[in-house]
């Protein structure tokens, strides 16, 4: 698929050229850089470092059936098999959201709308409690307002 900047973390550090993460570990607005904490800790969505085009890329190709097959997809959509189900501005969408320390990723598409959403992030959030959380799904819920 061409995907050239996307790879899973390995026992070294993040790689050279990756944008710094940072963390507010005490909801006190002091960010914590964080990007030489080993990535290899956190399994599947949180071990994937990748770039938006590639993300694109691939789940562009995920959802036209160019992956898998249709049945495969329509069980994927309704098993929660990797992809998840949300509603923006009362629209469906499907995707999946990833976070680390230090980093954020949001990945939807809206069929609907047609509509393909990237939204990667440097902030990390420790756990979906966390207090930075209200405010990345207020970003990606106008991004995606502005997109549409």
């Given at each position: ?74 069980t ?64 990606l ?8």
């Amino acid at each position: 698929m061409g995907l050239s900047h996307t790879s899973t973390s390995s026992m070294e550090a993040y790689p050279s050229g990756l944008v710094r993460g940072y963390v507010d570990f005490y909801g006190n607005d002091q960010m914590r850089d964080v990007n030489e904490w080993d990535a290899h800790r956190f399994d599947a969505e949180g071990n994937i470092i990748s770039t938006a085009n590639d993300l694109f890329t691939f789940f562009q190709a995920l959802m036209s059936g160019k992956l898998v097959s249709a049945d495969l997809l329509e069980t994927m959509k309704h098993q929660r098999l990797g992809l998840l189900q949300e509603t923006f501005e009362l629209e469906n969408a499907l995707g999946h959201d990833g976070i680390a320390i230090g980093y954020s990723a949001e990945m939807w598409y809206l069929p609907r709308s047609e509509l393909t959403v990237i939204l990667l992030s440097n902030q990390g959030r420790l756990v979906n409690e966390n207090w930075s959380v209200l405010k990345y799904e207020n970003l990606l819920r106008r991004v995606i307002e502005i997109a549409r």
